[in-house]
């Protein structure tokens, strides 16, 4: 069988497991990996593990160590219930606070840890406030994805495109931070017409969320105040990158090597609680679309894309812009992220300037991950929390809120991009 066909054959067979859920993500990426090295005789183990970005992966351990010790200390559940308390009781303030706080949060953590801290906040805050806990949770998800596109570490994505274009955080937050910051201003203003007919069942008689003690959520105060000290060292290394000469992989893991040691936390424990299933999906992911790079099939697609746009920047910028956010809400938008790297990076080497296009990526996959509930892991993670807890969000149910925030979304964008890198 031609080697280009059965890349393809193994490619297409992992997508679609991932997106019938079927079956664990990590395995089916890591069996199709493996796949492509047994069943395609010109492609080793050599090659194929060459292609796994390291950088990548310890970045996200490295911010996953920190997180979770950090979630230790029960500042998030603190954050929560303060949001609830400024709301005032008031359901519709109250979500605009938490949606917030969510992307805030997410855009300085990875934003699937984020939401897995915050969700069981939010079941007490609508428990107490006597409406359904799903709005919220759409609400923050969404949120989550938007704060998220604004940080080299908001969201995996960026970190897949951050390493494969040499774009440093600093850089990524003043190419994608007034974006964010303006798409989520309008979302936070526009929650009450979004959400409106479910914010509107709130029970008067029921007890109030401001009698909540916060400080009694605090549970260790010195370890709080030492990970705050180390997350703000890493965010500082992470606008210095390029003046320290340090990939962002080094400063996080040494970022989270220091705050093991500081607060004297067990290895063992700590590197328990690392979303190994996330970081070996990346692991078949890297080798799987390799495996499409070396038997020529990116080059034949990125042929056929400068063919069909002339090679116009504009035009294929948004065409992919648009072609991303479909795409990454029909499929995960990591693995979606990761196929689209190397065609952007062949249309480079074919003499186009594909500056605009890794933005037009990054707002593409992130924002267009809200569109479905399979779009982006904290999707996912999130409608599996709330199922557990006899919530279950459908795939409708999540689609009529995000088809709308994901068309505002790119509306904005086709404007950001042509107003400042299409000129």
């Known amino acids: 069988m031609n080697e280009a066909l059965i890349a393809v054959t193994i490619f297409a067979l992992v997508y679609a497991a991932i997106i019938s859920e079927k079956a664990d993500r990590a395995g089916v990426a890591l069996l199709g990996g493996m796949a492509a090295i047994i069943l395609i005789r010109s492609y080793d183990q050599e090659a194929a593990f060459a292609a796994i970005d390291l950088n990548v992966l310890f970045l996200l351990t490295g911010m996953m160590v920190i997180a979770n010790i950090m979630g230790e200390t029960g500042v998030f559940q603190w954050m929560g219930v303060k949001a ?58 969404l949120a989550s994805n938007i704060g998220g596109a604004s940080t080299l570490i908001g969201d995996p994505p960026n970190i897949l495109i951050g390493s494969a274009a040499g774009i440093d955080f600093l850089t990524f937050l003043l190419n994608m931070g007034p974006y964010a910051l303006a798409v989520l201003a309008l979302f936070v203003l526009g929650l009450p017409l979004l959400f409106h007919k ?16 916060a400080s009694t959520l605090i549970t260790d105060r010195a370890l709080l105040r030492k990970s705050l000290v180390i997350m703000a060292f890493v965010l500082i290394g992470f606008m210095l990158h390029g003046f320290l000469g340090l990939e962002s992989a080094t ?49 034949v697609i990125a042929t056929w894309l400068f063919e069909t746009t002339q090679g116009n920047v ?12 479909i795409l990454s809400g029909l499929v995960d938008n ?8 190397p065609i952007i990076l062949k249309l480079g080497e074919d003499g ?43 795939f409708f149910t999540f689609f009529k809120y995000g088809v709308v925030t994901t068309l505002f979304s790119m509306i904005i964008a086709t404007v950001y991009l042509m107003a400042f890198y299409l000129r």
Do not use: C
């Open 314 to 325: 504009p035009v294929t910028t948004l065409a992919l812009l648009w072609g991303s956010a």
């Open 84 to 141: 609830i308390q400024l709301g005032k009781g008031n359901p519709t303030r109250i979500m605009q606070i938490l949606a917030l706080v969510t992307a805030v949060t997410s855009a300085m953590l990875d934003n699937v840890t984020v939401v897995v801290l915050l969700a069981p906040v939010t079941l007490v805050a609508a428990s107490s406030l006597g409406v359904s806990p799903i709005p919220f949770l759409i609400a923050e998800v």
């Open 251 to 299: 400063i996080a893991l040494a970022g989270a090597a220091a705050l093991i040691l500081w607060t004297r936390q067990s290895a063992h424990q700590v590197f328990h609680h690392v979303e190994w299933a996330t970081l070996m999906f990346f692991v078949g992911l890297f080798v799987l679309v390799e495996a499409l790079v070396h038997v020529g099939v990116i080059d």
């Open 198 to 213: 479910q914010l509107q069942i709130a029970k008067d008689d029921l007890v109030q969320p401001a009698a909540v003690d």
């Open 352 to 394: 186009m300037t594909i500056w605009p296009l890794w933005w037009a990526l990054a707002i593409g996959a992130d924002l267009g991950g809200n569109l479905t509930i399979i779009g982006a892991s904290a999707n996912v993670v999130v409608a599996s929390f709330a199922e557990r807890s006899g919530h279950k969000i459908s």
């Open 334 to 341: 990591i693995p979606y992220t990761a196929t689209v790297i």
